[in-house]
């Protein structure tokens, strides 16, 4: 007896499964929720403090107030001096503590920087699961400076 017997898989075989397994992966993946992750949480306050800076630079450069809006409500931050804007996603936690009035006027949800540099100040946290960031803006120089804030687990 001169039988031989062959083991394995064809080439239609395997390119059948990895056709289905491609199936499968096309039709799950849009269910599969995405979560922001730790670095792309510290990219979305490296955005913002940038923003802010970009904003602070252009109040200098132009002589004139520029406000950045934060819009807590619909989580953006808009540049007041360019067409920039942040907009953070509905799984990071955006919280704003912003001043009501600057320079006796109604501060309306901004940050205002001067011509001088100055600001009336402000900051935006940014937190995901057990760590935050916190961007501030000095309330006297206009400042702007990203503090990393660890949150406790229980």
């Given at each position: 007896?001169?039988?031989?017997?062959?083991?394995?898989?064809?080439?239609?075989?395997?390119?059948?499964?990895?056709?289905?397994?491609?199936?499968?992966?096309?039709?799950?993946?849009?269910?599969?929720?995405?979560?922001?992750?730790?670095?792309?949480?510290?990219?979305?306050?490296?955005?913002?403090?940038?923003?802010?800076?970009?904003?602070r630079t252009a109040?200098?450069?132009?002589?004139?107030?520029?406000?950045?809006?934060?819009?807590?409500?619909?989580?953006?931050?808009?540049?007041g001096s360019s067409?920039?804007?942040?907009?953070?996603?509905?799984?990071?936690?955006?919280?704003?503590?912003?001043?009501?009035?600057?320079?006796?006027?109604?501060?309306?949800?901004?940050?205002?920087?001067?011509?001088?540099?100055?600001?009336?100040?402000?900051?935006?946290?940014?937190?995901?699961?057990?760590?935050?960031?916190?961007?501030?803006?000095?309330?006297?120089?206009?400042?702007?400076?990203?503090?990393?804030r660890d949150i406790?687990?229980?």
């Amino acid at each position: 007896m001169n039988e031989t017997t062959q083991r394995g898989f064809t080439l239609l075989e395997m390119v059948c499964v990895l056709a289905i397994i491609a199936l499968i992966a096309a039709v799950l993946l849009p269910f599969i929720p995405s979560q922001t992750s730790r670095s792309r949480l510290q990219a979305y306050a490296l955005q913002t403090a940038t923003l802010l800076k970009r904003d602070r630079t252009a109040a200098i450069d132009r002589s004139t107030s520029v406000a950045t809006l934060v819009d807590a409500s619909s989580r953006v931050i808009h540049s007041g001096s360019s067409r920039l804007m942040v907009r953070i996603p509905d799984d990071v936690r955006f919280d704003a503590l912003l001043p009501r009035t600057c320079h006796r006027q109604d501060a309306l949800s901004t940050i205002r920087f001067f011509a001088d540099g100055g600001s009336c100040g402000g900051s935006i946290a940014l937190t995901r699961l057990d760590v935050g960031y916190e961007i501030r803006v000095n309330w006297l120089t206009g400042r702007v400076e990203i503090v990393t804030r660890d949150i406790a687990v229980n």
